[in-house]
């Protein structure tokens, strides 16, 4: 006779929040890293490093970091008191769509 066991139960994220981590850089739909880290469970770090280790299947079009005058315009739209302990000392990478697709 066959298993009872259930299939597991799939993640998923409410469409609502998805769409207020969508930024809009250089006239493209982009999500940050530290956003996707969220999403998909993982420490920042790990998603960079994973993305490093990976940096060929992530062209321009896919992914780019920042810029210092991108930085901090999105650091002072977030609104922190202290930049340092809430990890923004380094400029995030955005990923669109496509990048998304890829991680």
């Known amino acids: 006779m066959g298993s009872s066991k259930k299939p597991p139960a799939k993640f998923l994220v409410p469409q609502e929040i998805i769409e207020t981590k969508i930024l809009l850089v250089r006239d493209k739909k982009v999500m940050l890293d530290r956003d996707l880290a969220v999403l998909y469970k993982v ?61």
Do not use: Y
């Open 43 to 103: 420490s920042t770090k790990r998603l960079n490093e994973q993305v490093k280790r990976n940096l060929d299947r992530f062209p321009k079009d896919f992914m780019f970091q920042l810029s210092r005058e991108e930085f901090e315009n999105w650091k002072s739209q977030i609104a922190t008191s202290n930049s340092e302990r809430m990890g923004l000392r380094r400029k995030p990478h955005a990923f669109t769509e496509q990048g998304v697709a890829m991680l």
